[in-house]
């Protein structure tokens, strides 16, 4: 694991990881390491910018970060299950939220809180606070079989949605009261998708 300065291209800080990992900004100043390994997973907290280790912790399921948002980070299992809010402090904090899981997908939203959406109600998002870990309010849209991907844009105006499958499916929605603005079938499968939430611009 590297830090770089991005003026000068010069690297801060370094150090060895157990394994390929999954990476996150909790804060200003930690950052969440979570790598995954055989039925375990190790979660380690770094001070910024000088990567000195200030945590770690240890636990059951191959875990992954699916989202961090107002210095916490969602983590779940591979499948989804099991999510969790970390903090990282002089320790690593892993709390509990009453998500209802598994989850389909989990994505930043406005005012560093948290959007979410299960398999049990596909139907409806849930809007987060991950800090006091309650929804705020809560979403219904006609989400479509496989919907996965999940970002604002606009200015934080549009929520898009991109679904699995062969057609590439890919909706826009007003996020303030959730009307469809826009559907395209791109005709191939959406592995990816990323887009700063303050422009009109999404790369899929």
Excluded at 8 to 17: D, F, G, I, Y
Aim: net charge neutral.
């Amino acid at each position: 694991l590297a830090l770089y300065s991005p003026a000068t291209r010069a690297e801060l800080a370094s150090v060895p990881l157990d394994g390929a990992a999954d990476v996150a900004f909790v804060g200003g100043d930690r950052l969440l390491v979570v790598v995954p390994g055989d039925g375990r997973s190790l979660l380690h907290g770094y001070a910024l910018p000088s990567l000195e280790l200030v945590a770690s912790l240890e636990l059951e399921g191959r875990l992954g970060i699916l989202r961090a948002v107002g210095g916490r980070a969602l983590v779940a299992t591979e499948s989804l299950e099991q999510p969790r809010v970390v903090a990282v402090t002089t320790k690593i904090l892993v709390e509990s939220i009453a998500l209802r899981e598994p989850l389909l997908l989990a994505a930043a939203a406005p005012e560093d809180r948290l959007l979410a959406a299960s398999r049990t109600r596909e139907a409806q998002l849930e809007c987060w606070d991950p800090i006091l870990r309650r929804a705020l309010f809560r979403l219904n849209l006609p989400l479509l079989p496989g919907a996965h991907l999940a970002g604002f844009a606009a200015r934080r105006r549009l929520l898009w949605i991109a679904a699995a499958g062969p057609a590439g499916t890919l909706e826009v929605f007003r996020f303030s009261d959730g009307r469809l603005q826009a559907r395209v079938e791109l005709g191939a499968l959406i592995v990816g998708a990323a887009g700063h939430p303050d422009s009109p611009r999404l790369v899929v």
